[in-house]
């Protein structure tokens, strides 16, 4: 059984604040309690998120909110869907509790109500950001808008470097104040490339996402990443494999071209959908006119994809998510 955004019942966000460029290492920084961006929202009226998929049975919904009522904690907003293999997933956003008493209140959530109902569950605080790097290649068009998003405070997330094979990127990372850090895959180098790689990220991170980077990454490393990945590709997959797709695109006269935002598996292309978009071409659309309608529209699927998971608004179902 899958268990709930790629953790168990009884996993936490990994408490890891905001990070700082020390040497040539993404370090774990000062406490996460501090808000590093400028975002009165959520700096104003901090909120806890519970999130939970359970077989689906009558009284659950009302034995969660009950239980938050109970705590005097106001529900601010909810979403909720019963599948038709049986399963409910629920997600709710509510006041937070004192920090203080947090730990024990969701102790008592696990005993009292998660335990006897067999709910899979996590909480998580908006206040606490994640962290996020970036692996990109040649290909900036994702890497600008993600950049851009986190520099107007967009993301609600902190943002700590970006790692390339090509060191094309380096000035417009930099001069934005992140770390950015040239890792060359040569021949036969991916191996050493990943190590080099993990030293920088693993364990640092609470999500990666590749930003058309052009690698295939390994099993072993998105195991000892200790974080998920979220991978954006355009939508002539699997019909148009390999390099020039778009040419080839144009040739068959394709009338739709979109994009696809998925979680990374050892299977390559194959992981959990998060999000997708499609749009219209014509006979009238050249090669070059379908690259760049394909780089808006992958833009905005994967920025959406992220934004879902700093949101906490994607649960695991099986191959499939749901997205709140």
């Not at 953790?7 to 774990?28: K, N, P, Y």
């Not at 709710?92 to 696990?110: H, I, K, Q, T």
């Not at 390339?164 to 021949?187: I, K, R, Y």
């Not at 144009?250 to 992981?271: C, Q, W």
């Amino acid at each position: 059984m899958q268990r709930i955004v790629h953790g168990s019942r009884r996993h936490r966000l990994q408490r890891v604040a905001a990070g700082e460029h020390r040497g040539d290492r993404i370090d774990a920084g000062p406490p996460r309690t501090a808000v590093t961006r400028n975002d009165s929202r959520i700096a104003a009226h901090p909120t806890s998120r519970l999130l939970l998929a359970c077989p689906d049975r009558p009284g659950l919904i009302a034995a969660a909110s009950g239980f938050l009522a109970d705590a005097g904690l106001n529900i601010v907003d909810a979403d909720q869907h019963s599948s038709g293999e049986g399963r409910l997933f629920m997600r709710m956003v509510f006041d937070s509790a004192p920090e203080g008493e947090r730990e024990a209140l969701y102790r008592r959530f696990e005993q009292e109500v998660a335990g006897p109902l067999e709910m899979e569950h996590r909480f998580a605080e908006s206040s606490e950001r994640k962290r996020i790097a970036i692996m990109v290649s040649r290909e900036d068009h994702c890497l600008s808008d993600l950049l851009w998003r986190w520099r107007s405070g967009e993301l609600g997330a902190e943002l700590v470097g970006v790692v390339s094979n090509h060191p094309d990127h380096a000035d417009q990372v930099t001069s934005l104040g992140l770390p950015f850090h040239h890792v060359p895959v040569e021949g036969d180098g991916r191996d050493e490339a990943e190590e080099r790689a993990l030293e920088l990220l693993g364990g640092k991170v609470d999500l990666l996402v590749l930003a058309r980077y052009m690698q295939i990454l390994s099993g072993g490393f998105l195991r000892r990443l200790g974080a998920p990945a979220i991978n954006i590709h355009h939508s002539f997959l699997p019909a148009f494999v390999g390099a020039d797709p778009h040419r080839r695109a144009h040739e068959r006269g394709v009338k739709l071209i979109g994009a696809t935002a998925h979680y990374v598996t050892e299977e390559l292309d194959t992981g959990p959908i998060i999000d997708q978009d499609v749009t219209r071409v014509s006979h009238r659309d050249e090669v070059g006119d379908l690259m760049r309608i394909g780089r808006d529209i992958e833009r905005l699927v994967l920025a959406r994809a992220v934004q879902a998971h700093i949101d906490d608004r994607v649960l695991p179902d099986g191959d499939r998510t749901i997205v709140f």
